[in-house]
């Protein structure tokens, strides 16, 4: 098992900037990818990021792609997700999850998820 634990996220005016972060705690392994989403209300999950454990390799959505930035630090076991020149389109409860494989960009192919941080920004 794999436990997740977001936290920072808040009520931030557009423009402005915040930063999650997700401690990981349990039987972890070493080559497991780590996965940020969000969900806005009536909408679906989506991927906002991914970071791979050995840092090599991080990827994003289009629509964060030069605001947000994904980071680790391997000894604290915790990921982060710099965000900023936030829009009111990325309020969203934002989770992050585990995943050893499958494609990142898939929720279905994470295995441990968080249980979310609000992120609501206004205009």
């Known amino acids: 098992q794999v436990q997740l634990v977001e936290s920072g996220g808040g009520l931030v005016q557009a423009g402005g900037s915040l930063r999650l972060s997700c401690v990981a705690s349990?039987?972890?392994?070493?080559?497991?990818?780590m996965g940020w989403f969000r969900q806005a209300p009536g909408k679906e999950r989506e991927f906002v990021a991914a970071?791979?454990?050995?840092?090599?390799?991080?990827l994003y959505a289009d629509s964060v792609k030069g605001r947000f930035t994904a980071s680790k630090d391997n000894a604290k076991n915790t990921v982060y997700l710099q965000m900023n020149t936030l829009k009111p389109e990325d309020t969203a409860v934002y989770y992050c999850?585990?995943?050893?494989?499958?494609?990142?960009?898939?929720?279905?192919?994470?295995?441990?998820w968080g249980q979310g941080t609000q992120v609501t920004v206004s205009s």
């Open positions: 349990g039987r972890t392994f070493s080559s497991y990818t």
């Open positions: 970071i791979g454990w050995n840092g090599g390799t991080i």
């Open positions: 999850a585990v995943q050893y494989s499958g494609s990142v960009y898939s929720r279905g192919s994470y295995d441990y």
